[in-house]
């Protein structure tokens, strides 16, 4: 049973960097599966940010791309999402998940494991 | 990319079947196969009902099913019980690498 744990701060100053960590437990972050960020503005709903593979490859949401950066630390079985030049409208509730690849193969892509999420406010 | 397209709300009595569609184009939704389905109870992590258009993950409902016609998707509930209040969204790989959610449905049982 894989679980998923976001931390990281939960006040960030406008145009600072918000940054966050998630670990992951009951499961190698170098299988190949990949690992992704979703966040979720209060009261509104899902918005997919990126996702990385153990090597280090990533995919972004194009209107996020210029800002976000990813990383795994496989030492630490972790991965983690940095986003520049935040304003109020990056506040929101932070997931990670994976999005499970059995052999290597991805399809039907889904995501099967989430963490609890964590809010970040985005404010001086 | 935008958004999948879904009804703001959609609501029923207990024992009636509901269904949530979710649009979106030829580069998600109606060219892949892809389309999966999340239930997200107030305060709650989204949690997975249907991947592959139609398939249930081991410990969900036979009460929920998905399928797929075009570039629209639905999500049917059958049987409703007030456990099913949540909100529900789709999401769907595209052929960019990419991934894109619905706009949420918000599911009432009368």
């Known amino acids: 049973q894989v679980q998923l744990q976001e931390s990281g701060p939960g006040l960030v100053s406008p145009s600072g960097t918000l940054s966050l960590t998630c670990a992951v437990s009951g499961g190698a972050i170098s299988s190949r599966d990949w690992w992704n960020w979703v966040r979720q503005p209060p009261g509104r709903g899902l918005e997919w940010i990126g996702e990385i593979y153990h090597s280090g490859s990533t995919n972004y949401n194009p209107s996020l791309k210029s800002r976000v950066t990813m990383s795994v630390d496989k030492s630490k079985n972790q991965f983690s999402l940095k986003l520049s030049s935040v304003t109020a409208a990056d506040t929101a509730v932070y997931y990670c998940?994976?999005?499970?690849?059995?052999?290597?193969?991805?399809?039907?892509?889904?995501?099967?494991?989430w963490g609890q999420g964590t809010l970040v406010t985005v404010s001086s | 990319q935008s958004a999948l397209t879904q009804p703001a709300s959609v609501s029923g009595s207990p024992g009636q079947s509901i269904s949530i569609s979710c649009t979106g184009t030829?580069?998600?939704?109606?060219?892949?196969?892809?389309v999966s389905w999340y239930q997200q109870h107030p305060g709650k992590a989204p949690k997975l009902m249907i991947y592959?258009?139609?398939n249930r993950p081991s410990g969900v409902s036979n009460r929920f099913s998905g399928s797929k016609s075009g570039n629209t998707a639905s999500l049917t509930i059958s049987g409703l019980q007030a456990e099913d209040e949540a909100d529900y969204y789709c999401?769907?790989?595209?052929?960019?690498?990419?991934?894109?959610f619905g706009t949420g449905t918000k599911v009432t049982v009368l």
């Open positions: 030829t580069s998600d939704v109606g060219g892949y196969n892809y």
């Open positions: 999401s769907s790989y595209t052929g960019s690498s990419t991934y894109v």
């Open positions: 592959g258009v139609s």
């Open positions: 998940a994976r999005i499970y690849c059995p052999d290597g193969v991805c399809s039907p892509y889904y995501f099967d494991y």
